[in-house]
């Protein structure tokens, strides 16, 4: 429906009238429609009642409407007042909201931010980003949860998780969530340090599928790039297999048996490095997929999620200048 010249008047009339609302007046308003009383106004006020019924006087002057009903017992708003009782109230609660805010983040940052991730490198990634949030929003909360990427991207939709650091486990889902490259994962094959396989000669892979081995679940990226390690060539595991997602329960496993397992590098060279787990040499595809930081499409992220997408996208692709001088 178009509107005629008088009704664009009109508006732009009573924007300049509700322009003059100081935020005084927008207090008064929201007393007053607690209160529903004129002296009680005042008083929480600090004025004289006089003033008080001016001060109302004064706003239904602006609005050119009038606002309440005067009652023997009281101030009963009309259809008008109630929606001018509305905006009152929001503006004081927005007003409100930006000083908490402000305040608090002019303090160090506040808020909470829940961040899922998957294991090896992507959670070195993710500890020296937490750390530099912190630094810079000491006030912030983040709570981390460590899982496969197939639980992460569910407990992302369910919005469990404000963002998740791991890989699409279906095409599909590149529908649904936004992604952004981080860095790319080195694997290798670790065991016990006790294991008969360690040493600086390569075992084939014939060799290594007769040996038991502790896989991740089916669903995982990781899993893939095994399967697809010993289906290529034919070959298929022989010995016993572990299913699990947890790399503390594959590290105590590798340590009481002759197990081997695939392993993110980033995660198993510290044990490698303390002597609790060994390298096995083994010419095998040494990279997983990419991994990156994967939001929900269609839905901004929050300021906190903003800030440490910042903080990890710099800690994973540092400047030019940074990186020579490194």
Request: hydrophobic residues 45%; without cysteine.
């Given at each position: ?8 008047s ?39 009642q ?12 602006m ?47 506040h ?15 993710l ?34 998780i404000d ?13 649904q969530?936004?992604?952004?490259n ?8 670790t065991?016990g ?24 679940p ?10 697809d ?31 081997l ?10 044990y ?24 929900l499409q ?16 710099n800690?994973?692709n ?5 990186a020579?001088?490194?």
């Amino acid at each position: 429906m178009l509107m005629g010249p008088d009704s664009t008047s009109g508006k732009s009339t009573l924007l300049a009238q509700v322009s003059r609302l100081r935020f005084r007046h927008l207090q008064f308003l929201d007393i007053l429609g607690k209160t529903r009383n004129l002296r009680l106004t005042a008083e929480q006020m600090y004025i004289t009642q006089p003033a008080a019924t001016k001060v109302l006087m004064d706003i239904e002057e602006m609005l050119e409407a009038r606002l309440f009903d005067r009652l023997p017992r009281g101030m009963q708003p009309n259809e008008l007042g109630l929606f001018t009782l509305r905006y009152a109230h929001a503006a004081l609660d927005g007003h409100r909201r930006f000083v908490d805010e402000f305040s608090t983040l002019k303090q160090g940052g506040h808020g909470h931010l829940t961040i899922g991730a998957i294991s090896g490198s992507a959670a070195h990634l993710l500890i020296a980003a937490v750390a530099e949030l912190q630094r810079l929003r000491p006030l912030l909360v983040v709570k981390v949860l460590e899982q496969s990427s197939d639980q992460l991207i569910v407990w992302l939709a369910e919005r469990k998780i404000d963002v998740m650091i791991g890989r699409f486990t279906d095409e599909a889902q590149r529908d649904q969530f936004r992604y952004e490259n981080l860095s790319g994962e080195m694997l290798q094959i670790t065991a016990g340090v006790h294991h008969p396989l360690r040493g600086p000669n390569a075992p084939s892979l014939r060799e290594l599928s007769n040996w038991p081995w502790i896989l991740y679940p089916p669903s995982t990226a990781l899993r893939r790039v095994s399967d697809d390690i010993f289906s290529s060539t034919g070959l298929s595991l022989t010995s016993g297999i572990v299913e699990t997602p947890s790399f503390l329960f594959a590290l105590e496993l590798m340590q009481s048996t002759t197990m081997l397992s695939l392993q993110p590098a980033a995660l198993a060279d510290k044990y490698v490095r303390r002597g609790l787990l060994t390298r096995i040499a083994a010419d095998l595809p040494n990279r997983m997929p990419d991994f990156g930081l994967i939001t929900l499409q269609g839905e901004p992220p929050g300021t906190a999620v903003l800030a440490f997408m910042d903080v990890i996208r710099n800690l994973a692709n540092p400047p030019a200048e940074a990186a020579s001088a490194a």
